[in-house]
């Protein structure tokens, strides 16, 4: 099934002659919503698909797949309101200085966009997951480089996407897949293809980031690489609701096996009494979840050796020891440690690397600036959490200070709650600084669509020749800026 270079090449090529029929916004949004439609009327053979090539469970894959296709309509929805393209214009003004000319500003679609599956979400980060949805949406064609550990379903939701594109007069080569490591990196050479999107390991969308940079033309690429997902626990938080708090954190990471971008990978509790008592709390909890299989064996052997290597520091505990469960399956735990070892920089520099499956990192601190000095020293984290007491959450104590340290390390910041769990939301943003991602774009939600358009202005054009979307009275009721004065 591993694509060659011709393959690859026809693959683009084919969704290059593609674009012109992306060009009418209701055609690209009625495909989008039919694409939705396709996936629920196969979703069956999907999902039993599915669960054969990742053992994610029936349920699981059930709930992703109707995330999927909520994905599809909500940018559907977008594309018909038509706030995305951003659309400014300002009439010619003598009396500025500088005089001002007549000047129309709009949002294009950069071209075919190449996305990169990713394994844990065999639908919604996959083949008709929000990388392709927003590109579709931006009246972007697609190549999609299959992951390794879903073939057949990704064939199969391309069948999908491919009929619902021929019933719109759309060419099925819209959306093009393409199976392989070295194929994968033809796709991101290949001198068609204007953008990336990828969502995978540090070292895989290092390599894809570099070869997209290096290129002729450099191109855009929005990478999801890893993340940590730091979690602080204030000592009044723990004092009030030790043992929900311990329960919560059990449940956010070992939800999937371990295996979601946002598990909370490392925590820190303070010592004492209050942190003890969320650290039993977090064993009873543990102690309880059973076994379960990783997406491939690659993976779970990463796992057993990471976990070990890290178990193996001096003074790290294991008070429920993570690794090998049965023959394909692992066993969830967690690692204590204090957190002055993590405080500076060292050996124990691997406890604050992402570790992928059922673990996570607690560390033990004994004052606010013990904690605040292992916060210094982490990369971009997609997400960060902080739990504090109903008194702190009112505004007493270190709340807000907290909260401003949280956030330049994350592009989403939490208060009371598990990062396990994306909404699609217009206001979300999943993302943050490296290597949580390459740039500062989010790949959930509605603004995800952004990255795959660029602006363009037209100057002193004559009304006849301008785009639809940027002629004087608004022929098609976009949502803009005119003059100064937005309009809806």
């Known amino acids: 099934m591993e694509a060659t270079a011709e393959e690859v090449d026809a693959a ?6 593609a674009r012109g029929a992306l060009a009418d916004r209701a055609v690209r949004s009625a495909f989008l919503r039919s694409a939705a439609a396709g996936l629920e009327a196969a979703g069956n053979g999907l999902i039993e698909t599915a669960d054969a090539e990742t053992a994610l469970g029936p349920v699981r894959l ?17 594309v018909e309101e038509g706030a995305f393209l951003d659309v400014i214009i300002n009439h010619p003004d ?5 005089p001002v000319p007549d000047l129309r500003r709009y949002k294009v679609p950069l071209g075919v966009v190449a996305v990169y599956s990713a394994s844990n979400f065999p639908f919604a980060f996959s083949v008709a997951g929000g990388d392709t949805a927003s ?14 550990d879903h073939p057949a379903l990704s064939e199969l939701v391309a069948k999908v996407l491919r009929r619902a594109a021929a019933g719109h007069g759309i060419p099925e080569g819209v959306v093009g897949l393409v199976h392989g490591f070295d194929a994968g990196v033809e796709l991101i050479r290949h001198p068609l293809v204007a953008a990336a999107g990828f969502t995978g390991s540090v070292r895989g969308g290092r390599a894809l980031f570099d070869a997209a940079a290096a290129r002729p033309v450099p191109i855009p690429f929005h990478g999801e690489l890893g993340s940590l997902n730091p979690v602080l626990v204030t000592e009044a938080a723990a004092a009030e609701r030790a043992e929900a708090i311990g329960a919560g954190l059990a449940g956010s990471m070992t939800l999937g096996t371990g295996q979601f971008c946002v598990k909370p990978g490392l925590v820190l509790v303070p010592s004492g009494a209050a942190g003890d008592g969320l650290v039993k709390s977090l064993t009873d909890a543990v102690s309880d979840t059973d076994a379960g299989v990783l997406l491939d064996h690659r993976m779970r052997e990463a796992f057993v050796a990471g976990v070990a290597e890290r178990a193996g ?35 124990y520099d691997l ?7 059922p673990v996570t990192v607690v560390a033990r601190y004994e004052d606010g600036s013990e904690a605040s000095a292992v916060l210094s020293r982490l990369p971009g984290n997609l997400t960060a959490t902080v739990h504090l007491s109903a008194e702190e959450a009112a505004g007493e104590g270190r709340g807000a200070e907290i909260l401003a340290e949280l956030t330049p390390l994350a592009g989403r910041v939490l208060v009371n709650g598990w990062p396990t769990g994306v909404a699609v939301a ?12 390459t740039s500062t774009s989010t790949s959930v939600g509605g603004t995800a669509i952004e990255r795959w358009l660029r602006p363009v202005t037209y100057q002193n054009a004559p009304e006849a020749l301008l785009p639809r979307e940027l002629r004087d009275g ?5 949502p803009r800026r005119f003059n100064g004065v937005l309009e809806r």
Do not use: M
């Open 12 to 17: 683009v090529r084919a969704a290059h002659a």
């Open 62 to 78: 059930t709930g992703e797949l109707a995330r999927t296709a909520y994905q599809l309509r909500a940018f559907a929805d977008i």
């Open 94 to 98: 003598d009396t500025a200085t500088p």
């Open 135 to 148: 590109a579709l949406a931006a009246g972007c064609p697609v190549v999609v480089k299959a992951h390794p």
């Open 313 to 347: 520091l001096e003074d790290v505990r294991t008070p429920v020891t993570p690794g090998a469960g049965g023959e394909h399956t692992v066993s969830a735990g967690f690692l204590t440690v204090p957190a002055s070892r993590l405080a500076r920089e060292g050996a």
């Open 351 to 357: 406890l604050l690397e992402e570790c992928f499956g």
């Open 426 to 437: 217009p206001a979300q943003h999943h993302g943050g600084p490296y290597p949580a991602t």
């Open 474 to 478: 608004n022929p098609l009721g976009l």
